[in-house]
């Protein structure tokens, strides 16, 4: 059982930065990756940033390589997702999302890899 409560979402204009926050409950054993996955109005979920628990390894989105970082902390009970260089496109709501092991991996930035999710958060962007 995993529940996920993300922070850290606001408004920042083109070029500036966020950090976002996922604070995931459930043990390492249980969590095999965190995401992170953004929707705006009227489109689909995309998949951001993704990182597994135990190993580190991470994935990004083409659009995003170069600007986000995913990141956790030691304890791997937090993840989080540094945003620079931030534009109007990447306006949205962010979920945090995690896979436990007994789901079948699809991809680190697949939507159907996941089976936890957060509330979102609100990322908006001015030009």
């Known amino acids: 059982q995993v529940q996920l409560v993300e922070s850290g979402g606001g408004s920042v204009q083109a070029g500036g930065s966020l950090r976002l926050s996922c604070a995931a409950s459930?043990?390492?054993?249980?969590?095999?990756?965190m995401g992170w996955f953004r929707q705006a109005p009227g489109k689909g979920r995309e998949g951001v940033a993704a990182i597994k628990t135990g190993g580190g390894s991470t994935d990004y989105a083409d659009s995003v390589k170069g600007r986000f970082t995913i990141s956790q902390n030691d304890a791997k009970d937090t993840v989080y997702l540094q945003m620079n260089s931030l534009k109007p496109e990447d306006t949205a709501m962010y979920y945090c999302a995690a896979q436990t092991r007994t789901r079948r991996w699809w991809g680190y930035l697949s939507e159907t890899t996941y089976d936890y999710w957060g509330q979102g958060t609100q990322v908006t962007v001015s030009s």
């Open positions: 459930g043990s390492t054993t249980s969590r095999n990756a």
